[in-house]
């Protein structure tokens, strides 16, 4: 299991929110290269970054703090938030980026998730971001109908290897995963999922890997120090006890 730090960028810089909420807003660096090389020097294997500002008026926003990220450090990026076109993710492999996360335009436009599965293959994954098991878009501003679990089967379909699922009513609470929902997916697809919201202590990182998730995503509780990301990858890289 691969622990992701988080990279949540606003306005130009590394911040974190509570479920989402752009009013609870707390800022951890004025610089997101800073936080990226923090977390590349601790051991990071991968970096999630994310530009809020970007998922909200639905075209990449933050372009040059990506780029200041990327050119700082060396481990692989996986980026997500306003990515709606396929011009969009040329852009950001173009720019470095490793892996692209398609949220908004997976739920409104499969037509491009398949389009970019064609041509990038499992470089391309879909953001499951939801609230009561329904999704969330537009910066989670948007609340759908549509149930994660259906969605993730159609996409899956479509050759899609790989979601990250977040549950947003703890995201950035630190209450802890929702594993059932995790266990849920993860027995019901055939591909990877990578865990996100709630992380709050070393015990959640434990709690995710039992259930078969191939990544955890984690900020609030690194930016804090409530969970040592060296501790968290030592457990992450343990192997998980059969129940």
Known sequence: MIVFPAIDIRGGRCVRLVEGDFAR?????????????????????????????????????????????????????????????????????????DRVILGTAALHSPELVASAVARWGERVAVALDARDGRLAAAGWLEQTDAAATKVARRLQATGIRRFVATDIARDGTLR????DSLKEL???????????????????????????????????????????????????AAPVAAP
């Open 176 to 179: 802890g995963p929702n594993v």
């Open 25 to 97: 807003e707390t800022t951890f660096d004025a610089d997101p290269a800073e936080a990226a090389r923090r977390w590349a020097a601790a051991g990071a294997e991968w970096l999630h970054v994310v530009d809020l500002d970007g998922a909200v008026v639905g075209e990449p926003v933050n372009i040059e703090a990506i780029a200041r990220i990327r050119r700082e450090v060396a481990i692989p990026i996986q980026l997500g938030g306003g990515l709606r076109l396929e011009d969009h993710l040329a852009a950001a492999f173009d720019r470095g980026v």
């Open 186 to 236: 993860v027995g019901l697809l055939e591909a990877e999922v990578i865990a996100s919201g709630g992380v709050g202590s070393l015990a959640d990182i434990s709690a995710v890997a039992t259930v078969g998730v191939a990544g955890v995503i984690v900020g609030r509780a690194l930016y804090d120090g409530r969970v040592d990301l060296a501790e968290a990858m030592a457990i992450a």
